[in-house]
């Protein structure tokens, strides 16, 4: 298995630090042969059996590297979708901990068979969109990142029902009072923050130290003073791409948001 897994990613860790493969390929087009034992059943082999020192499982590794085809192998054969590694990490979050789902743009579909897990919590209440924002504490991300979370919350919105649901996505916190918005205005990540306030993500709720995330917004010279006024107009509404405020001096009408870095 790990030999397969080496040859199909480009390997590289999505969260700034060493990566858990090393590519042996730079072809990053699917394999069309998957390993015997995970197309055919064999009694001697559990589909749910954790594979490395991490806790992960066949599928967690499937996810990781973006191998669309194993997946559906996998879940084909019934394989544990939602099971947890050490860390308490789903599959879909180790999907978006490296690049190869955005190298491959395969993400959209993962999330599509993974659609019963998109709001599962790991160990530190974390989403799946505090682990993109994580990722970002790592400069060279930043283009998947914004892939990630632009394909997550067109499926969120897509296929999670009421809206209320989705609000308390975006917003959730996890156990350090942390919104995934708090944690890409520390990492200065604008077209994500960007992405998160145009779906209205609230920006007045503090974490377990008392901080917001438009303290940061402010601190870092992001937000010109006259945003407090539209989020006080918009705070008991919730709308898909409201408005669409602007980073990186490229303005709309609105002009919320200071040009420089």
């Known amino acids: 298995l790990l030999e397969y897994f080496l040859a199909t990613g480009d390997g590289n860790s999505n ?10 390929s730079s072809n990053l087009s699917d394999i069309n042969h998957q390993p015997n034992f995970i197309l055919n059943q064999f009694p001697n082999f559990d589909l749910n059996e954790v594979i490395d020192r991490d806790g992960n499982t066949t599928f967690h ?40 789902s955005y190298s491959r743009r395969t993400f ?37 990142a914004r892939y990630y979370i632009e394909v997550l919350l067109q499926k969120i919105t897509e296929m999670v029902q009421p809206t209320e649901r989705v609000i308390n996505f975006i917003n959730h916190q996890d156990r350090n009072g942390n919104t995934a918005l708090h944690i890409l205005t520390t990492t200065n990540a604008k077209k994500c923050i960007k992405i998160l306030l145009s779906y209205n993500a609230r920006t007045d709720i503090p974490n377990n130290k008392n901080e917001y995330a438009i ?13 407090a006024n539209h989020l006080a107009s918009t705070a008991s509404s ?12 490229v303005y709309q009408t609105s002009g919320y948001l200071n040009s420089h870095t």
Not at 83 to 100: A, C, F, H, I, K
Not at 215 to 226: A, F, R
């Open 15 to 24: 969260n700034g630090g060493s990566s858990v493969v090393s590519s042996t």
């Open 61 to 100: 590794w499937a996810c990781a590297m973006g191998d669309l085809k194993m997946c559906e192998a996998l879940i084909n054969r019934g394989c544990n979708s939602r099971q947890l590694n050490d860390e308490g990490q789903t599959p879909t979050m180790r999907s978006v901990l490296y690049t190869n």
């Open 108 to 144: 959209d579909k993962i999330l599509d068979l993974l659609r019963d897990s998109l709001l599962d919590l790991d160990s530190q209440d974390r989403t799946i969109l505090h682990h993109i924002a994580l990722s970002t504490e790592s400069t060279n991300n930043l283009p998947s």
């Open 215 to 227: 303290d940061y917004l402010y601190h870092n010279s992001l937000l010109k003073p006259e945003y």
């Open 238 to 249: 919730f709308n898909l791409r409201p408005f669409n405020p602007q980073l990186n001096g």
